[in-house]
């Protein structure tokens, strides 16, 4: 059993920075793949960010590659996610999920373990 918790979220206007973190329980955090998500109001789920369980390869969709980075301290049982160059259309609730698996998905479906989710939201 995993348990996660987000932090970090808040009101920034564009161009603006934020980094959010995810802090896991249990002894098993470096034995899973760490994922990002966002939902905004209407909309689906969507994929955002994603890591391997050492933290070697990172992977993102374009709408967040090159601004966005995954980077996760397995001694801290925590994964971070530093998000630069913000817009508007990135505000959504942003949720960390965990999967024990050796692959990376990149679906909602396929992460066992999800934290509360943490609002974040970029002014114009």
């Known amino acids: 059993q995993v348990q996660l918790v987000e932090s970090g979220g808040g009101l920034v206007q564009a161009g603006g920075s934020l980094r959010l973190s995810c802090a896991a329980s249990?002894?098993?955090?470096?034995?899973?793949?760490m994922g990002w998500f966002r939902q905004a109001p209407g909309k689906e789920r969507e994929f955002v960010a994603a890591i391997t369980r050492s933290g070697d390869n990172t992977y993102y969709p374009d709408s967040v590659k090159g601004r966005f980075t995954i980077s996760r301290d397995n001694a801290k049982n925590t994964v971070y996610l530093q998000m630069n160059s913000l817009k508007p259309e990135d505000t959504a609730v942003y949720y960390c999920a965990a999967v024990r698996r050796l692959y990376v998905p990149s679906t909602s479906s396929e992460y066992t373990y999800w934290g509360q989710g943490t609002q974040v939201t970029v002014s114009a």
């Open positions: 249990g002894r098993t955090f470096s034995m899973h793949v």
